[in-house]
């Protein structure tokens, strides 16, 4: 009867603890090995989209990966630096698009269009498969990145595709407009763009009056966020060259 009883009483704890196991494999998320998206060359380019969720116990940024050659991985997760000073500033980009879009721009008479903001990765990006409540995500593993491979942007909401291809375009370049540029007057989305860029860098971390300049001539205006500036991508935002429409 005793064995009986201290069977019974290890079968007890036997199926507590495997419950116990079971409970803690649910809530931990499953991770498969770091894998390296884009080119050791390239530009990647992590695009939020204003949700968060709580991974290794803080909040980080959800978006959207673009790469080099174009294809977009979406459910991606930032983790580790510069997560907090992301969502930040898309909050920021978020709130002047609410302000501002719709009204007129007063130099082209164009409306404004809506901003979003992109932080671009230079080299391969560190990319973690995870499973979190059945859902699949991609992470970033944003600490073994070097910091000076990072560096932010905003452009047209639009055109940020366009951005990070024109940006891995041999050939492409950037430069600023200069004040009493014709581009300003420009009756399109460019001009604009070149207007609306600057006005934001009255707000918060940003600089605009940039432009990346395509070999066909294409320009795409974009600005450059202070708090967050690698130094191997200062040529994107601490460049002499000045934009000529007729060059």
Same mark, same amino acid.
């Given at each position: 009867m005793g064995a009986l009883k201290y069977a019974v009483v290890g079968v007890v704890v036997a199926v507590v603890v495997i419950a116990a196991a079971l409970v803690l494999l649910l809530q931990t998320p499953h991770r498969v090995p770091v894998q390296y998206f884009g080119s050791p060359n390239g530009y990647e380019a992590?695009? $939020?989209?204003?949700?968060? /969720?709580?991974? !290794?116990?803080?909040?980080? $940024? *959800?978006g959207e990966l673009i790469l080099p050659n174009g294809k977009t991985i979406d459910d991606v997760i930032w983790d580790g630096q510069y997560?907090?000073?992301i969502i930040n500033n898309h909050n920021q980009i978020d709130q002047l698009n609410s302000q501002f879009v719709g009204q007129t721009d007063p130099i082209n008479g164009q409306q404004y269009v809506p901003l979003q903001d992109l932080y671009v990765i230079k080299g391969q990006v560190p990319v973690e498969n995870v499973t979190i409540n059945g859902q699949t995500y991609y992470v970033i593993e944003a600490?073994?990145? !070097?910091s000076a491979d990072i560096a932010?942007?905003?452009?047209y909401q639009g055109w940020v595709d366009n951005f990070v291809e024109a940006m891995n375009t041999p050939g492409t370049y950037a430069a600023s407009v200069v004040g009493n540029s014709p581009v300003f007057q420009w009756?399109? =989305?460019?001009?604009t763009l070149v207007y609306q860029t600057?006005?934001?860098?009255?707000?918060?971390?940003?600089?605009?009056?940039? *432009?990346?300049?395509?070999p066909n001539g294409?320009? /795409? $205006?974009?600005?450059?966020?202070? !708090?967050?500036?690698?130094?191997?991508?200062n040529n994107f935002?601490? =460049? !002499?060259?000045i934009y000529n429409p007729s060059s």
């Open positions: 992590f695009v $939020p989209n204003g949700q968060t /969720i709580n991974y !290794n116990e803080h909040t980080d $940024p *959800v997560a907090g000073t600490n073994k990145i !070097n932010g942007f905003y452009t009756t399109n =989305t460019t001009g600057q006005l934001y860098g009255q707000y918060g971390s940003f600089a605009g009056r940039y *432009v990346l300049v395509l294409t320009i /795409i $205006p974009y600005g450059a966020i202070g !708090n967050i500036l690698g130094a191997s991508l935002y601490s =460049t !002499n060259q």
